[in-house]
Antibody
């Protein structure tokens, strides 16, 4: 069965960076784009961007272009998102998701989410 | 960006009842709409895509309707496991955007 296993919660200092991981299993990793989604506490969801695990091509929401960097390691079926120059606005839960089967940016599987807290 | 407005934000119902959740887009999105279910401690679940196509594994008591700007998620004969938060999401235009969520609570 498809599973997206995300890294543990992170507590990071303002101005620092954090790299989140998402290990995929149960399907051919390079066949599906991986998308990342942000959920600030008590708020709705925001799309950050996606990566094509086969080619490494990325596409970002303009809002997150200078914040997030998406990469993959095909040898371990793992996607990563690095968030840089963290501020309190980056405190949120971040989800990796798999793009749906029938085209279009909807998401048929989600990771369990990882909470990032930015605090000194 | 396309704004997605869900209503109501909160909905209280009892098992066995039927409920509907509305999702309105700020411009036409054809039928490029998905619905998700969020439950504590569980991964978010895709219920419906393409406005009305049930994702594999979604119970038939769930249905989606609409096109253009107005969409509805209907749950017939609520079961205890359905009490959760529901989100709509458009994927017709870049960037994909989500509604604010509807919390379905036990009355």
């Amino acid at each position: 069965q498809v599973n997206l296993l995300q890294s543990r919660a992170a507590l990071v200092k303002p101005g620092a960076s954090v790299k989140l991981s998402c290990k995929a299993s149960g399907y051919t990793f390079t066949d599906y784009y991986i998308h990342w989604v942000k959920q600030s506490h008590g708020k709705s969801l925001e799309w950050i961007g996606y990566i094509n695990p086969n080619s490494g091509y990325t596409n970002y929401n303009e809002k997150f272009k200078s914040k997030a960097t998406l990469t993959v390691d095909k040898s371990t079926n793992t996607a990563y998102m690095e968030l840089s120059r963290l501020t309190s606005e980056d405190s949120a839960t971040y989800y990796c998701t798999r793009e749906g089967d029938y085209g279009g940016y909807y998401f048929d599987y989600w990771g369990q989410g990882v909470m990032v807290t930015v605090s000194s | 960006d396309v704004q997605m407005t869900q209503s109501p934000s909160y909905l209280a119902a009892s098992p066995g009842e039927s409920v509907s959740i509305s999702c309105k887009a700020s411009k036409s999105i054809s039928n490029n709409l998905a619905w998700y279910q969020e439950k504590p401690g569980k991964a978010n679940k895709l219920l419906i895509h393409s406005g009305s196509t049930l994702q594999s594994g979604t119970p038939s008591r769930f249905s989606g309707s609409g096109s253009g700007t107005d969409f509805t998620l209907t749950i017939r004969s609520l079961e205890f496991e359905d009490f959760a938060v529901y989100y709509c999401q458009q994927y017709n235009e870049y960037p994909p955007t989500f509604g604010g969520g509807t919390k379905l609570e036990l009355k």
